[in-house]
């Protein structure tokens, strides 16, 4: 399967590692020499406004047919201020769908001409691309202290490449103030459920601060109101800035991320049944988690997640009860992760920051370590 994304100053950067494409054999863990050019391919999404907006895109989905779907920001036009989401369609081999949109690649936005950009992806089981992120209504402040004031995007994309005419706003998009009027909110990840349903994460404004949010809607850009509070809404105040959001092997959904109060930072996760009802939350603060940047959900129902503070970089496990696993890692629950090199990488003296993890049929896990804008995976 596609195993790397690696974030380039010119662009998108994809890694097919240890495939099996068009009879050329690799060994597990090498470039695939039957993907792209020796095993990358570079597509031109260059992040656009993402770095306004944490944990915005890229997104990644790979179809039962192997072909991968790949979405980014990409800057459109010159000011610097104006920016789109692009989706590219791969066939096995890294080359571009040309039955894709316009040679293989899509490009959208969520309402008018609004600058926009991706939070993540997520296949319907009839084919259709559900496509969500952010939309920017306006920009606030002044000179070198603007930031873009966001509504929460929607699309679907139909197999061609086209937006679905009966889909969000039926017009196959849609941008929405969904939790208060006038305030922030946009999408980080979605989870399309076997009804057809989908479930939509991502951070909101209020009065109480900025919090994790989750709705679950129709494709017609309905909310469900028998979700989460009965409004269609169900929420999480202790994480303010997210780093990943799943649905379990049990269909309960698990937020991760980090709580930025006013004192030290501290790593939070949070769980959600099927309804949307909130089952628990836990603070990592104990096992030195000051930001937590990467989870997984494993098949028992526990959560693996990565993070750091100021001890280090760790690997950790919780429990379905919530509780940190004295039984994993080589230090009463955590495991101390980086790599000797790191520090060549980074000048200034920043942990390496965990990604993302994957956790395989036999249990063992793989973390992606970020050299923290270095340009290195």
């Known amino acids: 399967p596609m195993t790397g994304v690696q974030l380039a100053g010119t662009g998108l950067v994809l890694a097919g590692i240890g495939m099996y494409v068009g009879g050329v054999v690799a060994a597990p863990g090498d470039l695939d020499p039957g993907f792209g050019d020796h095993g990358r391919v570079q597509l031109p999404f260059d992040g656009g406004d993402d770095l306004y907006v944490a944990r915005a895109g890229p997104a990644i989905v790979q179809q039962s047919d192997g072909r991968v779907l790949v979405a980014r920001t990409d800057w459109a036009g010159s000011d610097g201020m104006d920016s789109e989401v692009a989706v590219a369609l791969l066939l096995p081999d890294g080359t571009l769908d040309p039955e894709f949109g ?19 992806l997520a296949l319907l089981p009839d084919g259709r691309l559900v496509v969500v992120g952010y939309s920017i209504k306006a920009w606030l402040g002044g000179g070198m202290g603007q930031y873009p004031d966001l509504d929460t995007g929607l699309a679907l994309v139909r197999t061609d490449g086209s937006l679905d005419p009966g889909g969000f706003g039926n017009g196959g998009r849609l941008a929405l103030d969904l939790p ?6 946009y999408a980080v990840a979605t989870v399309a459920l076997e009804d057809g349903r989908i479930i ?3 951070t909101a404004d209020s009065n109480s601060g900025t919090r994790f949010f989750m709705v679950r809607m129709t494709t017609q850009g309905n909310l469900d109101p028998s979700f989460g509070e009965r409004d269609g809404f169900a929420w999480a105040g202790s994480i303010t800035q997210p780093s990943g959001f799943h649905r379990t092997a049990s269909g309960q959904f698990v937020a991760c991320g980090t709580w930025l109060p006013s004192s030290a ?9 099927s309804a949307g009802d909130l089952v628990g939350e836990t603070s990592l603060a104990s096992a030195g988690i000051e930001y937590l940047n990467a989870c997984a959900p494993g ?8 993070g750091y503070g100021q001890a280090g970089t760790w690997l950790g496990r919780v429990g379905v009860d919530g509780r940190l696993d004295s039984a ?6 955590r495991t101390p992760i980086g790599c000797v090199s790191c520090g060549i990488w980074d000048g200034l003296g920043y942990p390496a920051a965990p990604t993302d993890i994957a956790i395989s049929a036999d249990g063992r896990l793989t973390v992606a370590l970020d050299g923290y804008g270095w340009g290195h995976l």
Request: net charge positive; glycine share 26%.
């Open 102 to 120: 316009i040679g293989g690649f899509v490009r959208l936005r969520f309402r008018g001409a609004e600058a926009a950009g991706v939070g993540g």
């Open 180 to 185: 208060a009027a006038g305030r922030s909110d």
């Open 200 to 202: 939509v994460a991502g």
């Open 265 to 273: 930072p501290e790593g939070r996760i949070a769980r959600f049944d």
């Open 299 to 306: 098949k028992d129902g526990s959560v693996v997640f990565g």
């Open 328 to 333: 994993f890692g080589e230090q009463s629950g």
